[in-house]
């Protein structure tokens, strides 16, 4: 049974940091590719970053550049999104996924075959 648990999420003040990790068990993680995806409350789930099974691709959204850096530890099975200079509008339930596909139009929507329950993100003005 393939698990995938995100912790790390909280509440921060902006300009604060945060790091985000998923651990998975259950797959061969070396052989998937990690997506982080978020969703606020009255919003559809977006993409926010991605890696590819072996790191050696990154993908990010637009609004998180710069200020958010994906990575994985195939050693541990684990994902982590550290996200820095936290912005209101970044608060959202965060959502880390897996797949088995590396090309970047997939990993870039919310089509991944396995996901996480979820963690809580809010960050104050």
């Known amino acids: 049974q393939v698990q995938l648990v995100e912790s790390g999420g909280g509440l921060v003040q902006a300009g604060d940091s945060l790091r985000l990790s998923c651990a998975a068990s259950?797959?061969?993680?070396?052989?998937?590719?990690m997506g982080w995806f978020r969703q606020a409350p009255g919003k559809e789930r977006e993409f926010v970053a991605a890696?590819?099974?072996?790191?050696?691709?990154?993908y990010y959204a637009d609004s998180v550049k710069g200020r958010f850096t994906i990575a994985r530890d195939n050693v541990r099975n684990t994902a982590y999104l550290q996200m820095n200079s936290l912005k209101p509008e970044d608060t959202a339930v965060y959502y880390c996924?897996?797949?088995?596909?590396?090309?970047?139009?997939?990993?870039?929507?919310?089509?991944?075959?396995?996901w996480g329950q979820g963690t809580q993100v809010t960050v104050s003005s």
């Open positions: 259950g797959l061969t993680f070396s052989s998937y590719s």
């Open positions: 890696v590819t099974w072996n790191g050696g691709s990154t």
């Open positions: 996924a897996a797949d088995r596909s590396n090309v970047r139009y997939f990993l870039t929507r919310a089509q991944y075959r396995y």
